[in-house]
T-cell receptor, first 118, second 112 residues
């Protein structure tokens, strides 16, 4: 099946710093990628839809200036958490559709990035 | 807005038994209903999907049913094994390149 790679898998940073998370589709092109956030024992919450070559679409309540998304190529989307605070600590997961997934809606997920802000 | 409920947060079951997980939704039926498995600290992995015009789908020890009248999907794991222990998420998918809507998941523990 299609592979989505996410990096880094874990990151610890100080409050006030910025952190960049990369999401790559390894064997398919993804015009659209989705960024989710998941708190412990909670559901996956969609943060934004990343579109190649255009601005991301953010869900209500997600600050676009805080969570910067760049989808510069058909295989790479990045999420930058700017001026991170402890409440931003969470599990961030990217996903994309490729191949048959465009018809069935099946998503391929990255392994996730655990962000801890001290 | 669409809401999804998975019947229980956690489910414990004896090895060898059949595990049954429930996913209910409100409002309009999705084009597809999908089930994913998520292990701790990992991203979800796709398991099965069922279309709105299908009643049942099987894959090895997994079976999914979809009742658009009840607005419910059931996910069964037969002959459950400890390795099946994980969180199972249901998700609703609609036509077009739209994001999935996920339930909170049910954490299944299969006890040997």
């Amino acid at each position: 099946g299609a592979v989505v790679s996410q990096h880094p898998s874990r990151v610890i940073c100080k409050s006030g710093t910025s952190v960049k998370i990369e999401c790559r589709s390894l064997d398919f092109q993804a015009t659209t990628m989705f960024w989710y956030r998941q708190f412990p024992k909670q559901s996956l919450m969609l943060m934004a839809t990343s579109n190649e070559g255009s601005k991301a679409t953010y869900e209500q309540g997600v600050e676009k200036d805080k969570f910067l998304i760049n989808h510069a190529s058909l295989t790479l989307s990045t999420l930058t958490v700017t001026s991170a605070h402890p409440e931003d600590s969470s599990f961030y997961i990217c996903s994309a559709r490729g191949g048959g997934g465009l018809e069935t809606g099946e998503l391929f997920f990255g392994e996730g990035s655990r962000l801890t802000v001290l | 807005s669409q809401k999804i409920e998975q019947n229980s947060e956690a489910l414990n079951i004896q090895e060898g038994k059949t595990a049954t997980l429930t996913c209910n939704y409100t409002n309009y039926s999705p084009a597809y209903l999908q089930w994913y498995r998520q292990d701790p600290g990992r991203g979800p992995v796709f398991l099965l999907l069922i279309r709105e015009n299908e009643k049942e789908k099987r894959k090895e020890r997994l079976k999914v049913t979809f009742d658009t009248t009840l607005k419910q999907s059931l996910f069964h794991i037969t002959a459950s094994q400890p390795a099946d222990s994980a969180t199972y998420l249901c998700a609703l998918a609609y036509p077009g390149n739209t994001p999935l809507v996920f339930g909170k998941g049910t954490r299944l523990s299969v006890i040997a």
